[in-house]
């Protein structure tokens, strides 16, 4: 029966509001869902649940009365093919509330409830034609080269759940197909809110711009399974969702990445619908088009091999042991107490993993053991994590997160300011520059450690103050022989810490860790910073046998912290800092810039109450509505004092200035404040509690800014106060 006028009409708006509705829902949900990753607070379970109904409510209603109520054939299936489409959008967006860490526990259950909806549909199980498996590995082609794979486990179900969805989304257009035009479109917005229902958040936002444009080809060949399959194990396999992500959108990172991938997959679903179309469905013999199949596989393969990231790269667990070292009665000098505490570390990690280690030598399971926290890094999907736990001697097994590689290296993050031929703002407020010219201290004799991005050795403001030899830089994530850095912060950090103009403690030396790759981290890499910074190693060297206790720098500056997305939990690093603190290394940290929460301080190690916390003020000597707020998670009354964290000027790759702000920023004027008290007097040097008390005892008055909540206590805000780094110097040298 031919549709009337009005019907048709009616078509035409349902198939626009349903993809108005479902481009709008799901760009903005996961936009809030970044603002949410972003501010460091959790995405609730129910969230994407919620938006994946909504949507499927608003299209589903108004495709249900098109499926009904219009006489014509061809309008009635498409509201049909909607309809399916919303269902499943629906159905499948409920999975997004398994955690985006368990990406194989979410792909398992994608694949289930994907054929479960197929096999519901009771059509024919749909045929597979060579042109559609051709033009299938064709979508796969940008992927190659821009994506990498994840574990094992991880791409097989990922194959499979395309596989899955594939077969579902040929089920649901099944009946819908008529001329190629008109065809296309009602099957491309059926494609879309397939597309929008699969894949973790941003993972589906890719897939929304591949699979709809594969409409047109789909109603030539009037086959939708092996292209849509195919085309869905991009987004699925070659991404890591947690990957498509704000925390990456500088520079070419993963979301640039796959922007480019799926707009490359947009152009060859063109190209295969005018290809298709004018072929009318391809129909030739079928030797020619297996000839043009393998062609597609084999171009395919040599992508992937020449251009892309061949190998796979899944998470790898974190496994903490139950047994913690006893660092108790530990006395003497600085570097005697270093030292005393790493032995006992090494000999206690030791004895306590060796059970634990011949298990995983036996099954061949690569892993990476460590002393400062007593825990062991591993290979390993669900099975082995489960096998994990239930051992007597594990306490827990968290994810450690993993980056997959790109393709391509991403440009170095440069400053525009020029150098400065005075201390900025920050320096004097603190009174450094009092310190250096009257006092004559500028921090000679200490060494600062930073844990970051990495450092630009060779900047003018920093190049003088390296410590040198075969054991100040490590980089764990690259092996790189020099210090390097390309995003910029660890640079600027130091820089604010001891560099030359623009740094607290100019005189000071430092060594540095790469700690940090693509603004990234994960409990395994933030330990070899910190077992580096505790006994130093030369490059290669094994830590637990070659490090060298008595080269530790006296104090550590870290502008990071480590949330739940990365693997940690609240007590993943506080082994780590109990051994600082029985070894008389201060170790400073940024409070987080999860502002203006309150009890926002939570992500290691800021809440701990053996680390000096460090809050941010603006140059009005205002707590900075950025700035993390107390109590922190564990209880400590967090921050312990605050410093200038607002527009900082500092050294940036290349030997250029730039002006940042955060928590990060304020946290080395601190780390540069304790380096001149303990140049100033070398007895305090390894004394923490006296130089913490002197610390405080000297700070100024911090404000909270009009209408601010203090949270309970203005010392959640401000701590003790703002530091003054000619008081605390002075109050330095008089407590010989």
């Given at each position: 029966m031919r549709s009337?006028?009005?019907?048709?009409?009616?078509?035409?708006?349902?198939?626009?509001?349903?993809?108005?509705?479902?481009?709008?829902?799901?760009?903005?949900?996961?936009?809030?869902?970044?603002?949410?990753?972003?501010?460091?607070?959790?995405?609730?379970?129910?969230?994407?649940?919620?938006?994946?109904?909504?949507?499927?409510?608003?299209?589903?209603?108004?495709?249900?009365?098109?499926?009904?109520?219009?006489?014509?054939?061809?309008?009635?299936?498409?509201?049909?093919?909607?309809?399916?489409?919303?269902?499943?959008?629906?159905?499948?967006?409920?999975?997004r509330a398994i955690p985006m860490a368990q990406n194989e526990m979410y792909l398992a259950a994608l694949t289930l409830l994907a054929l479960v909806g197929a096999v519901a549909l009771?059509?024919?199980?749909?045929?597979?034609?060579?042109?559609?498996?051709?033009?299938?590995?064709?979508?796969?082609?940008?992927?190659?080269?821009?994506?990498?794979?994840?574990?094992?486990?991880?791409?097989?179900?990922?194959?499979?759940?395309?596989?899955?969805?594939?077969?579902?989304?040929?089920?649901?257009?099944?009946?819908?197909?008529?001329?190629?035009?008109?065809?296309?479109?009602?099957?491309?917005?059926a494609l879309l809110l397939v597309a929008a229902g699969h894949g973790q958040s941003g993972a589906q936002l890719a897939a929304m711009l591949v699979l709809p444009p594969l409409g047109f080809a789909a109603a030539a060949l009037r086959q939708a399974w092996a292209l849509v399959a195919l085309a869905a194990v991009g987004p699925l396999g070659f991404v890591d969702p947690e990957e498509i992500s704000l925390l990456l959108s500088t520079g070419r990172d993963?979301?640039?990445?796959?922007?480019?991938?799926?707009?490359?997959?947009?152009?060859i679903a063109v190209l295969l619908a005018i290809l298709y179309a004018s072929t009318r469905g391809l129909r030739l013999r079928r030797s020619i088009a297996a000839v043009a199949?393998?062609?597609?596989?084999?171009?395919?393969?040599?992508?992937?091999?020449?251009?892309?990231?061949?190998?796979?790269?899944?998470?790898?667990?974190?496994?903490?042991?139950?047994?913690?070292?006893?660092?108790?009665?530990?006395?003497?000098?600085?570097?005697?107490?270093?030292?005393e505490v790493h032995r006992r570390l090494v000999a206690h990690a030791e004895q306590t993993q060796a059970d634990l280690r011949s298990d995983l030598k036996r099954w061949h399971l690569d892993y990476t053991p460590y002393y400062l926290v007593n825990a062991v890094e591993v290979d390993g999907g669900p099975a082995v994590r489960r096998w994990l736990s239930r051992r007597g001697d594990v306490d827990r097994v968290l994810l450690s997160q993993q980056l997959r590689p790109l393709p391509a290296e991403q440009g170095v993050h440069h400053g525009d300011d020029a150098a400065p031929t005075t201390p900025p703002w920050n320096i004097t407020m603190l009174g450094a520059d009092r310190v250096w010219s009257q006092l004559g201290v500028t921090g000679s004799g200490v060494v600062v450690g930073t844990s970051d991005s990495g450092v630009d050795g060779q900047h003018p403001a920093l190049s003088g103050g390296y410590r040198g030899g075969d054991d100040s830089w490590f980089d764990p994530w690259n092996g790189s022989r020099t210090p390097n850095d390309r995003a910029g912060h660890g640079t600027h950090t130091l820089g604010s810490a001891v560099g030359r103009t623009v740094g607290v403690a100019p005189g000071a030396q430092w060594v540095a860790c790469a700690n940090l790759d693509r603004n990234l981290g994960n409990?395994?890499?933030?330990?070899?910073?910190?077992?580096?910074?505790?006994?130093?190693?030369?490059?290669?060297?094994?830590?637990?046998?070659?490090?060298?206790?008595?080269?530790?720098?006296?104090v550590l500056t870290n502008s990071w912290g480590c949330p739940p997305i990365?693997?940690?939990?609240?007590?993943?690093?506080?082994?780590?800092?109990?051994?600082?603190?029985?070894a008389g290394v201060f170790f400073v940290a940024a409070a987080g810039n999860t502002g203006p929460y309150c009890e926002s301080i939570d992500d290691p190690p800021a809440p701990y109450a053996d680390v000096l916390t460090?809050?941010?003020?603006?140059?009005?000597?205002?707590v900075t509505d950025f700035s993390s707020r107390g109590p922190a998670s564990t209880g400590a009354s967090k921050p312990d004092v605050v410093a200038p964290g607002n527009d900082v000027l500092s050294a940036m790759p290349g030997g250029g200035y730039a002006r940042q702000s955060g928590t990060s920023m304020a946290t080395p004027h601190v780390a540069g404040v304790v380096a001149l008290m303990w140049s100033a007097n070398p007895a305090l040097v390894g004394d923490l509690t006296r130089t913490r008390q002197i610390l405080r005892d000297t700070a100024t008055d911090a404000s909270l800014g009009d209408g601010t909540d203090d949270c309970g206590n203005p010392a959640n805000l401000t701590g003790a106060g703002l530091v003054d780094a000619y008081a605390a110097v002075r109050a330095a040298q008089a407590a010989r």
């Open positions: 009337s006028p009005g019907s048709v009409v009616a078509a035409v708006l349902v198939g626009l509001w349903a993809v108005g509705v479902t481009v709008v829902t799901q760009a903005v949900g996961w936009l809030i869902d970044q603002v949410l990753v972003v501010s460091g607070l959790a995405t609730p379970a129910w969230m994407w649940p919620f938006i994946g109904v909504l949507n499927a409510l608003l299209v589903g209603v108004p495709a249900a009365l098109l499926a009904t109520i219009p006489q014509g054939t061809a309008v009635r299936s498409a509201g049909r093919a909607w309809l399916l489409g919303a269902a499943a959008l629906g159905g499948l967006g409920l999975l009771r059509r024919p199980r749909p045929e597979v034609s060579l042109p559609a498996v051709a033009g299938g590995l064709a979508m796969l082609l940008p992927w190659f080269w821009t994506g990498a794979l994840g574990g094992a486990l991880e791409t097989t179900v990922a194959v499979a759940a395309a596989a899955a969805v594939g077969w579902f989304a040929a089920n649901a257009v099944d009946g819908a197909y008529q001329s190629v035009f008109v065809s296309g479109l009602v099957v491309g917005v993963q979301p640039v990445w796959s922007l480019i991938a799926a707009a490359c997959s947009l152009a199949t393998v062609v597609v596989a084999l171009a395919g393969g040599a992508v992937y091999i020449g251009l892309g990231q061949p190998g796979l790269y899944g998470e790898r667990l974190f496994v903490v042991m139950k047994s913690r070292a006893d660092l108790s009665g530990i006395t003497g000098t600085r570097d005697a107490r270093v030292t409990p395994a890499r933030y330990l070899d910073c910190l077992q580096f910074m505790l006994a130093p190693f030369p490059l290669g060297g094994d830590p637990f046998a070659d490090g060298r206790p008595e080269r530790a720098p006296h990365e693997g940690c939990d609240t007590g993943a690093l506080s082994a780590a800092t109990a051994a600082f603190e029985a460090v809050g941010a003020v603006d140059e009005d000597r205002a």
